[in-house]
């Protein structure tokens, strides 16, 4: 059974940054394209970076140039940097097998000062 589980640091001054990690277990891994998608307070998810399976990246614009995914073997990282307050959010890893779609709990980032 394949699982997702996200970690990284809850509260974050803005200015600040933060590395986000999704950890992948279960099942055979496989080098999957991951996704980061976040919601924040009273807000739809939205879909903010992605990994292909052969390491390829993109942004939503609105990060762009401020977040950068990677992935380490089952971990897919996300850092963001210049955090601002409208970076408050959960953030939920995502991945796609054999046409299921698996999603983590997701790990609150609140941005404030």
């Known amino acids: 059974q394949v699982q997702l589980v996200e970690s990284g640091v809850g509260l974050v001054q803005p200015g600040g940054s933060l590395r986000l990690s999704c950890v992948f277990s279960g099942s055979i891994f496989r080098l999957n394209a991951m996704r980061w998608f976040r919601q924040a307070p009273g807000k739809e998810r939205e879909w903010v970076a992605g990994i292909t399976s052969g390491g390829s990246t993109k942004y939503a614009d609105s990060v762009k140039g401020r977040f950068t995914i990677s992935r380490d073997n089952a971990n897919t990282n996300l850092q963001i940097n210049s955090l601002k307050p409208e970076d408050t959010a959960v953030y939920y890893c995502?991945?796609?097998?054999?046409?299921?779609?698996?999603w983590g709990k997701g790990t609150l980032v609140t941005v404030s000062s």
């Open positions: 995502n991945t796609g097998i054999n046409g299921l779609d698996y």
